[in-house]
């Protein structure tokens, strides 16, 4: 098994681009989520899914869109991308609700600056 | 709004030097309570997690953490840490199930 796959690895873009940071898991997992991580905020939960069809909102979901068409894929679009969206991006998947005995599995990331 | 706290932005130790690494969370009914490490250029990974049970539990690498209840806290012990150890550590808790909040996290570093 890959796990969870994240994709690009690092990407660069300009104020008012968009783009979509594409993640996918081979687990079967039911639960997807995305993070962004920033210096000294620890990671915020951005969207999540907990099955496919079905997406919610996490604390920081302004300016970020998602989708779950299948269980494997997990995409975050930016759909106008502003510098305060630089950081480094997580998804992460479980078999079930992080709430149940099922861990978090978590991609490599991936690092977007946008100037 | 549900909200975890981590005490220690940076931590120094030398090896073999003890180390506790606190959390504390906001009330927000049953939860579940996790910490999660991350080494340098690696991805997040699960050391440990209370769901319910003895509050004592132990996680991978001789991590062990405590829950107590009263004073809403979840704190990361290990009696003697190894250059190895270094990397940043995230407490995280899970209020209703679906969505899991994460510490600003700490940062350790063990000087050999």
Known sequence: ?115 | AQSVSQHNHHVILSEAASLELGCNYSYGGTVNLFWYVQYPGQHLQLLLKYFSGDPLVKGIKGFEAEFIKSKFSFNLRKPSVQWSDTAEYFCAVTYNNNDMRFGAGTRLTVKP
């Open chain 1, 1 to 115: 098994n890959a796990g969870v796959t994240q994709t690009p690895k690092f990407q660069v873009l300009k104020t008012g681009q968009s783009m979509t940071l594409q993640c996918a898991q081979d687990m079967n997992h039911e639960y997807m989520s995305w993070y962004r991580q920033d210096p000294g905020m620890g990671l915020r939960l951005i969207h999540y899914s907990v099955g496919a069809g079905i997406t919610d909102q996490g604390e920081v979901p302004n300016g970020y869109n998602v989708s779950r068409s299948t269980t494997e894929d997990f995409p975050l679009r930016l759909l106008s991308a502003a510098p305060s969206q630089t950081s480094v991006y997580f998804c992460a998947s479980s078999y079930s609700v992080p709430g149940t005995n099922s861990p978090l599995h978590f991609g490599n990331g991936t690092r977007l600056t946008v100037t």
